[in-house]
């Protein structure tokens, strides 16, 4: 598991293992907000399945992906709501 | 044991709601009964467009006159009724419906309403996200949008706290004669009595032609700014006039949230709750048409609604024939959240013995198409 | 869109249930596909780490992949529009997947209990927190409190220790005597004793019994919790919070089917048919068991589902057995009343919309919320709000309807001619 994987975070350029997932990416890089909630709370992961949708993110131009369900992909562009 | 009313009002959907509002107006003992939620049935399908629709006189005065009484309610309500101004946007694909459209602008202006005629270029800028091409649109600026369950619940705290009572969780069985049954025994008593039971209001007044009629919404993701107006288009006026077994009409709606809420169908099937699958991809295939994007739209919700149908399209407000005691106020079809403040007002008019800003002839139960 | 894809029996989750499911079906020669939301099967006990099956699961997928076992990943069912028939979306958009006989093993999502400060950014899930660092997280060095109820706390406790984090609490809400007794019990389950006996000893320091946390608190996200204990606080600084209190079975599918459900769990016949002809659930949304009930019970179906009843018969007396630790586990882990009073009116239950416990305070149930506050009407579907409150306030669930998660409008579209 030594493949490095680059893929860019809110305008940054991240490497990461492959088979890192992008919300597990977006915490090792700092960040701990994902989204914004209706009321302009920093929200991040909490189910960590796929069912909460705490943790969407756009993921190459695509609104709503579930950053825990999405493996990082080489070039992958993320934007959190920040 | 019996208690006396001054008007009870069986059904606690918008129409019952806006019926309590108008009467306690009136009177201090107005008891409104819903066995659910409040706006739970109908109401809760409802988009809550306040339009002004012509596709009679008598359903434009009564639209009308129903948003004029909007207006001078939206500055009190709440916030989360959520009242916009987004407009109406009637789209017209291509020429044959554009001709049409200067008819329109007419009619609306004989009753007063500002319209703005807009061409293909004009469209495409007011609504970046319809399909180029499109031959042009109607813009009705003076309609608008509220969210329909809070605006019901607000009516009716403010019929409670000028005096009116509800009864929640219990089912009528029977009204008529100055009584009210519930399911429980219990009997109440008011000279006046309104049915506001919408779709299910033949089965506690029977021989009402109210029929139930089937549409399917959706509703998206938050996507602020996709959509801008209401968007309808020009057959929508055809799907809900011709009484056939199924039809299917573009209707897409910004909600505060950034939400766009998607109709519109009509079909005849009884009561059956199902999402019926085929006619939804029918709706999708239409909305694709219009707003070429939307197919990437998040999904998050189906729902169901039954409009009550009457056959010539317009509500019953006003006495049973052979039961004085017994006022209907219902059979709104797709224009119950636009109507149901005229109907109130209306229904408030006639329990206090006065005249009406409109005619009431059109609603009345005489000279009505029977089933 | 892909073309169809058919089978004789389809299982919905390749967790323990599903693929025990599919291993026996497959010995009956029957066509069997496997669909799930994951790349990788395993499901959520059993899940893949850094993009690798777990060990445990490499074995059998071998042996599914051999016997012709078909694994669909990264494909979550959002609808079923007849009989038959489910669709599917995932990265190549939808999946229509047909079936003579469908099993659904699709398991149980972690119960959340809103306390105040629940919401702060990396305040997760037991298993949430797990399946983060599965997923690549680094929590070397991070200090981290877990907390709430169930044998997971242990068993993550010892899995995060051996990533490298700093547990600086672990705060199980049963009491010691509800442990002893259920301690005593693993007696008549050596293997689970075996199991629990490294993972007490692993974590006998920092655990404490009889204790939830009342708080957490944080500018950007959670910096501390202040835990109570017999009455007494104690506030604990951490970068992380893993705080959960036990399982809700995933029944949307079920439901949507229109299988019979009581009591929030799928009914099911000794050979786990549910009250819909052909289709069969095993596992969690049964009612909550752990993975040895879960792999019986999908044996179970995936022989019933076969005719194989024979087989599926013999297996009873170990489902008995199962059901019974499962009994024990429920009773041992059982939620006392102090959790439900923890939700301060200003403490958020629907995280989708944002609506407080004050919020809901005139509303008395599920569908009179939705309307009037719009409680569980955001993207989760009001999954996490609707266990809270189906908990906190005794309201039932109401209709399910398609799409079972978000999906795209196009998910909607009628089947293309390649489709059919």
Redesign the interface.
């Known amino acids: 598991?030594g493949t490095k994987i680059n893929v860019v975070i809110d305008g940054s350029a991240i490497q990461?293992?492959?088979?890192?997932?992008v919300?597990?990416?977006i915490?090792?890089s700092g960040l701990?907000?994902?989204r914004q909630?209706?009321?302009g709370?920093?929200?991040?992961?909490?189910?960590?399945?796929?069912?909460?949708?705490?943790c969407?993110v756009r993921v190459n131009g695509?609104?709503?992906v579930r950053a825990?369900?999405t493996?990082c992909e080489e070039g992958m562009e993320v934007r959190t709501d920040a | 044991m019996t208690k006396a009313y001054d008007a009870i009002v069986v059904g606690g959907g918008i129409v019952g709601c806006a019926c309590a509002f108008y009467l306690s107006e009136h009177f201090k003992k107005v008891l409104l009964i819903e066995k659910g939620p409040i706006g739970g049935g109908s109401t809760a399908a409802g988009m809550g467009h306040v339009v002004a629709m012509d596709d009679s006189p008598a359903q434009f005065r009564l639209t009308k006159y129903s948003q004029d009484l909007w207006n001078g309610l939206y500055p009190q309500l709440d916030a989360n009724c959520e009242p916009r101004f987004t407009g109406t946007m009637w789209v017209a694909t291509d020429e044959e419906e554009f001709a049409h459209v200067g008819d329109k602008k007419q009619s609306y202006a004989s009753y007063g309403v500002r319209t703005e005629i807009l061409d293909s270029q004009s469209l495409a800028d007011a609504e970046p996200s319809l399909r180029k091409g499109l031959a042009g649109g109607l813009l009705v600026p003076s309609d608008s949008v509220i969210y329909p369950m809070t605006a019901a619940s607000w009516m009716l705290n403010h019929a409670i706290q000028r005096g009116a009572t509800l009864i929640q969780g219990k089912a009528v069985v029977s009204m008529g004669n100055e009584q009210v049954s519930l399911a429980d025994g219990t009997l109440l008593t008011a000279k006046h009595l309104v049915n506001a039971t919408g779709d299910r209001a033949a089965s506690l007044t029977h021989g009402l032609p109210i029929e139930p009629r089937k549409g399917h919404l959706l509703i998206t993701?938050r996507?602020p700014g996709m959509v801008r107006h209401q968007l309808i288009e020009l057959g929508y006026l055809k799907s809900a006039h011709e009484m056939s077994s199924e039809s299917v009409a573009f209707n897409a709606q910004p909600r505060a949230?950034g939400q766009v809420l998607l109709g519109s169908s009509r079909q005849f099937v009884g009561w059956n709750p199902e999402i019926d699958r085929k006619l939804i991809s029918k709706m999708v295939k239409r909305a694709e048409d219009y707003l070429p994007e939307i197919g990437?739209l998040?999904i998050i919700r189906t729902w169901v609604g039954f409009r009550a149908t009457t056959p010539d399209k317009l509500p019953i407000i006003g006495p049973t024939e052979d039961d004085p005691s017994v006022l209907i106020a219902a059979g709104h079809e797709g224009l119950g959240i636009t109507t149901s403040v005229g109907t109130g007002r209306l229904i408030a008019d006639i329990v206090a013995g006065l005249d009406s800003a409109i005619d009431r002839t059109p609603y009345g139960l005489s000279n009505r198409e029977a089933h | 869109m892909p073309n169809p894809k058919c089978f004789d029996v389809l299982i919905v989750g390749a967790g323990p249930a599903g693929i025990a499911a599919g291993l026996a079906a497959v010995q009956s020669g029957a066509k069997v596909g496997i669909v799930d939301?994951?790349?990788l099967p395993g499901g959520?006990i059993y899940r893949g780490?850094?993009?690798?099956l777990n060990a445990g699961v490499r074995q059998k997928a071998d042996e599914a992949a051999k016997a012709g076992i078909d694994f669909i990943g990264g494909t979550?069912i959002y609808d079923a529009p007849k009989s038959g028939t489910l669709y599917g979306w995932g990265s190549s958009g939808r999946t229509v997947l047909r079936f003579e006989k469908l099993i659904m093993a699709v398991g149980a999502?972690?119960l959340?209990l809103p306390f105040p400060g629940w919401?702060?950014?990396?305040?997760?899930?037991i298993?949430?927190?797990?399946?983060?660092?599965k997923?690549?997280?680094?929590v070397k060095g991070k200090r981290i409190v877990l907390a709430g109820t169930g044998p997971l706390l242990l068993a993550v406790a010892s899995y995060l220790k051996q990533a490298g984090a700093h547990v600086v609490g672990l705060f199980e809400q049963a009491p010691w005597s509800s442990l002893i007794s259920f301690s005593i019990s693993l007696a008549s389950v050596p293997s689970k004793l075996n199991q629990a006996i490294p993972l007490l000893l692993d974590t006998m320091g920092t655990f404490k019994a009889g204790s939830w946390i009342v708080e957490a608190t944080g500018t950007?996200?959670v910096e501390s919790v202040t835990v109570e204990t017999n009455g007494k606080r104690k506030t604990i600084a951490c970068d992380y919070v893993a705080c959960a209190y036990g399982f809700v079975p995933n029944i949307e599918l079920p439901m949507l089917l229109g299988c019979q459900i009581v009591d929030g769990k799928v009914e099911v016949d000794r050979n786990q048919r549910t009250s819909v002809e052909d289709i069969f659930c095993a596992g969690e949304p049964t009612g909550i068991g752990g993975v040895d009930l879960s792999e019986i019970e999908g044996a179970i179906a995936g022989h019933a589902a076969v005719g194989r009843t024979d087989l599926a018969d013999r297996m009873l007396g170990q489902k008995a057995k199962w059901t019974r630790f499962a009994d024990n586990l429920d009773k041992a882990f059982a939620i006392r009343p102090e959790i439900k009073n923890l939700a301060q009116p200003s403490t958020i239950i629907c995280?989708?919309?944002?609506v407080t416990v004050h919020d809901l305070e005139s509303v008395g149930d599920v569908r009179s919320a939705k309307l009037q506050t719009r409680c569980g009407m955001?993207?989760?579907q009001g999954?996490?709000c609707g266990a809270a409150t189906r908990f906190l306030y005794g309201w039932e669930q109401g209709t399910v309807r398609p799409p079972l998660?978000?999906v795209p409008l196009a998910g909607f579209e009628a089947e293309s001619e390649a489709e059919n």
């Open positions: 598991m990461v293992d492959a088979g890192t997932t919300a597990s990416a915490l090792n701990s907000r994902l909630s209706v009321d709370q920093a929200r991040g992961p909490v189910c960590g399945m796929g069912i909460c949708y705490e969407r695509d609104s709503y825990c369900m493996v | 993701d996507y949230t990437k998040s | 939301d994951n790349l959520q780490s850094h993009g690798s979550s999502r972690e959340f919401t702060l950014p990396n305040v997760m899930g298993g949430g927190l797990q399946a983060m660092v997923g690549g997280l680094d950007h996200q995280r989708c919309e944002d955001g993207a989760c999954r996490i998660i978000p």
